[in-house]
C-alpha cells in the first residue's frame, strides 16, 4: 500500500459548484463509513450554500446512530435535484430504492468510493482504494477544494474512518491515516467521545445472545473454532439486527485458531455464514465456492440450511483449504512475529 | 488536559552521559506499558553505548510477550550499576524484588513515570501525568536529547502507547498524541503488526471462560450489570492467569448499564471486584469504602468471601451509590452526546 498523498479530480468541483440542488446517496445497509462519509458531504455542500439531501433507502445502524442529524436522510432522491453523488458505492444497484433511474438517470452522477471492485458508473468517477474509507476521501475532497470542515463535519468523517478500520486496528492504517485523524481531532472532532459512542456501547441484547451462543463454541483440532447462532437465540436475546453481534470477530481472536466460523440461522431456513482468518491464511476462496463473497481475513456466504448439513458442509471445506493453506506456508519461511 | 509540549528534565541526559551500567526497573505486575518502556529506554540506552539491563520482579504478561527482547529481563537489578532509572512506577515499594534498597540505596536513581500518585521518591524526578503513558515519556526523552529511534525502539514505544490508551480509546487520546503515534509509524513501528499481536489475540482459555462465565450474566433493574468467575470455572477453561479476562470491559458496553461489575473467587477465598461506571458515573468511592482503589471509570477491590455475601454486599453498595449518582445528575443539565 502507498503512502503518497491522495489527489481529487477537478471536475468533482466544477460538477458541484454548477449544482443548486444535490442528492448525496449511500448504499443500502449502511455502516458507520456509509453514514459518516454521506452526512459529511452533504454538511460540505450546505455551507456552500448548496441545497443538500442525506440519501440511504435502509436505516441508521445502531453504531452510529448517535451522529446528530441522521434524522435528516430520506429513503428516496428526490426527482427534483440536478446533480447526484454516489458515496461508498462499487455498483449502481448498491444504492437500491434510493436511486430511481427513470427519473434521475439523466442527472449528473458523481461517483465517489474506495471499493476497488467499483464499475465506474458515474458521468465523473473518483475511486481511490487507497483510501482505507469513503470518509478520507471527503476529508481529501474538502481539503483539495478548500471546503471548511467545521468540528461537526470532521466528527462524521473521523467517526465514518474509524468504523471502516474498527478504531484504527486494520492493516490498511498508515501514517497518511494517522496524519489525516490526527488533523481532524486539532480541526475539532472528539475522538474521545466518538470512541465512547461508537466501540464502548452496544445493546444489551448483544451481550445476552453472547452468552447464548458461546457456551456451544467448538474447537476443531486443525485450528478452525466455531459456533453456531440458532434463531431462538436470537429470540431469547431480543436481537433482531441482522449479523452476529461481532461474535466471529471475537471467537477468531483465539491464539490457537486460524479460522473463525460463526453460523447463523435465518427466518427463511438459509444459514449465513460468517468466516475470520488470520493473517496469511485465507477465506475468500471457500466464501466464494460457497457463492458468497469477501476478502481472504473476512468472508461469507449465505447457503442453504439445516443447520446440521450446513456446518459439516463448511467446515469440511475450511478443513482441506487449511491442510493446504499449511502445507503451502511451510514450504516458504515465514518473516518473524508475524502470527503463526 | 492540556496538550501542550511535554519537556524533559536536562538533569536526565546528565545522569546517563555519566553513567556505564544501568538497570531500568519497572513495576511488579508488569502491563503493556511498563514492559514497551522499560525495553524502549533500554535499547536507547544501548545504543548509546550503555550497558543495560531491563528488570522486573515479574513475568513479562502475554499481551507483549511476542516483543523482541522480553527473554532479557531479569528479575533482580545487580549490585555493580552505577545508575538505576525507575520507569512507570509512582513509589519506591512498586519495583519489589527488582530493587534491593541495602545494595542499591547508594546508587544515584532517576524516576521517571506519568502517574499523578507519583511519591518523588528518586535522586532525578521526572513526574509528567500528562503523558497518556511512560511510554509517551520515552519518546519525548529520546528527542529531547537527540538520541535516535530505531524501527525496534518505535515498536516498543509505540506498542506500550497502544496498550495504555486501549488501542487509543481512552479520553485523553488527544492530537498531541496522535502526532506522536503517527511520528513513531513514520519511524517504522509497525502499527497494523502490533495491533494485531496485542489486541486480535488471546489464548483460547480466555473464549473458555467467556462461555462460561456469560450465562450466568444478571442485569439489576437500576443499571447494574454483573456476573461471578468462579474458581471451578477457571479451572475448567485452563485459565491461569490473574485477572477477568476483559469480562468486565465487555459486559459495561451494554447500553442498558451504567456499571458493570464482575466477581472472581480466588483461591483463598477471597473474591476480587472489578468496577466500570460509564462517563459520567462513578465506582472509585464504592472501591475506596470496600477497601480498594482505582478511578471514577474503573476500580476495583479484594473482599472476604464467600462469593454470595460479596456479592450482596457489592451489589447493595452500588445500588445506593448509583441512586445518589442519578439524583446528583438530574440536578444538573447535562451536555448531548454524553451518554446516559
Same mark, same amino acid.
Given at each position: 500500500?502507498?503512502?503518497?498523498?491522495?489527489?481529487?479530480?477537478?471536475?468533482?468541483?466544477?460538477?458541484?459548484?454548477?449544482?443548486? *440542488?444535490?442528492?448525496?446517496?449511500?448504499?443500502?445497509?449502511?455502516?458507520?463509513?456509509?453514514? /459518516?462519509?454521506?452526512?459529511?458531504?452533504?454538511?460540505?455542500?450546505?455551507?456552500?450554500?448548496?441545497?443538500?439531501?442525506?440519501?440511504?433507502?435502509?436505516?441508521?445502524?445502531?453504531?452510529?446512530?448517535?451522529?446528530?442529524?441522521?434524522?435528516?436522510?430520506?429513503?428516496?432522491?428526490?426527482?427534483?435535484?440536478?446533480?447526484?453523488?454516489?458515496?461508498?458505492?462499487?455498483?449502481?444497484?448498491?444504492?437500491?430504492?434510493?436511486?430511481?433511474?427513470?427519473? @434521475?438517470?439523466?442527472?449528473?452522477?458523481?461517483?465517489?468510493?474506495?471499493?476497488?471492485?467499483?464499475?465506474?458508473?458515474?458521468?465523473?468517477?473518483?475511486?481511490?482504494?487507497?483510501?482505507?474509507?469513503?470518509?478520507?476521501?471527503?476529508?481529501?475532497?474538502?481539503?483539495?477544494?478548500?471546503?471548511?470542515?467545521?468540528?461537526?463535519?470532521?466528527?462524521?468523517?473521523?467517526?465514518?474512518?474509524?468504523?471502516?478500520?474498527?478504531?484504527?486496528?486494520?492493516?490498511?492504517?498508515?501514517?497518511?491515516?494517522?496524519?489525516?485523524?490526527?488533523?481532524?481531532?486539532? @480541526? /475539532?472532532?472528539?475522538?474521545?467521545?466518538?470512541?465512547? @459512542?461508537?466501540?464502548?456501547? *452496544?445493546?444489551?441484547?448483544?451481550?445476552?445472545?453472547?452468552?447464548?451462543?458461546?457456551?456451544?463454541?467448538?474447537?476443531?483440532?486443525?485450528?478452525?473454532?466455531?459456533?453456531?447462532?440458532?434463531?431462538?437465540?436470537?429470540?431469547?436475546? /431480543?436481537?433482531?439486527?441482522?449479523?452476529?453481534?461481532?461474535?466471529?470477530?471475537?471467537?477468531?481472536?483465539?491464539?490457537?485458531?486460524?479460522?473463525?466460523?460463526?453460523?447463523?440461522?435465518?427466518?427463511?431456513?438459509?444459514?449465513?455464514?460468517?468466516?475470520?482468518?488470520?493473517?496469511?491464511?485465507?477465506?475468500?476462496?471457500?466464501?466464494?465456492?460457497?457463492?458468497?463473497?469477501?476478502?481472504?481475513?473476512?468472508?461469507?456466504?449465505?447457503?442453504?440450511?439445516?443447520?446440521?448439513?450446513?456446518?459439516?458442509?463448511?467446515?469440511?471445506?475450511?478443513?482441506?483449504?487449511?491442510?493446504?493453506?499449511?502445507?503451502?506456508?511451510?514450504?516458504?519461511?515465514?518473516?518473524?512475529?508475524?502470527?503463526?
Amino acid at each position: 500500500m502507498s503512502d503518497n498523498a491522495i489527489t481529487v479530480p477537478p471536475e468533482i468541483a466544477n460538477a458541484i459548484d454548477t449544482a443548486h *440542488r444535490i442528492a448525496v446517496i449511500t448504499h443500502v445497509a449502511p455502516d458507520g463509513d456509509a453514514i /459518516g462519509s454521506c452526512l459529511g458531504l452533504t454538511h460540505l455542500l450546505r455551507n456552500l450554500g448548496k441545497d443538500a439531501i442525506p440519501v440511504c433507502q435502509d436505516p441508521v445502524p445502531y453504531i452510529v446512530n448517535w451522529l446528530p442529524g441522521v434524522e435528516e436522510f430520506v429513503r428516496k432522491a428526490p426527482a427534483d435535484v440536478d446533480l447526484v453523488i454516489s458515496i461508498d458505492l462499487s455498483s449502481i444497484d448498491r444504492m437500491g430504492d434510493a436511486y430511481d433511474a427513470g427519473t @434521475l438517470g439523466h442527472i449528473p452522477l458523481v461517483n465517489i468510493d474506495h471499493h476497488v471492485t467499483n464499475t465506474y458508473f458515474g458521468h465523473v468517477n473518483w475511486v481511490e482504494p487507497r483510501a482505507v474509507a469513503a470518509c478520507e476521501m471527503v476529508y481529501h475532497l474538502a481539503l483539495a477544494f478548500g471546503y471548511p470542515i467545521t468540528p461537526q463535519i470532521a466528527t462524521y468523517i473521523l467517526t465514518g474512518l474509524l468504523t471502516d478500520t474498527r478504531g484504527l486496528r486494520t492493516a490498511n492504517v498508515s501514517a497518511r491515516v494517522l496524519r489525516v485523524v490526527t488533523h481532524l481531532v486539532e @480541526l /475539532g472532532a472528539p475522538i474521545g467521545e466518538i470512541t465512547e @459512542l461508537t466501540f464502548n456501547r *452496544r445493546p444489551l441484547a448483544i451481550v445476552k445472545l453472547w452468552a447464548l451462543a458461546l457456551p456451544n463454541l467448538r474447537v476443531e483440532p486443525e485450528g478452525i473454532i466455531w459456533l453456531v447462532i440458532t434463531e431462538a437465540m436470537r429470540q431469547e436475546a /431480543g436481537y433482531d439486527e441482522p449479523g452476529d453481534g461481532g461474535l466471529v470477530s471475537f471467537i477468531s481472536t483465539a491464539e490457537e485458531a486460524y479460522i473463525g466460523v460463526v453460523f447463523t440461522e435465518k427466518p427463511d431456513g438459509t444459514v449465513n455464514v460468517s468466516m475470520r482468518a488470520r493473517p496469511g491464511y485465507d477465506v475468500a476462496r471457500v466464501a466464494f465456492a460457497l457463492g458468497g463473497g469477501g476478502h481472504p481475513q473476512a468472508a461469507g456466504a449465505t447457503i442453504d440450511g439445516p443447520l446440521d448439513t450446513a456446518v459439516q458442509r463448511v467446515i469440511h471445506a475450511l478443513r482441506e483449504a487449511l491442510t493446504e493453506q499449511k502445507a503451502a506456508r511451510a514450504a516458504v519461511p515465514q518473516p518473524a512475529h508475524a502470527g503463526k
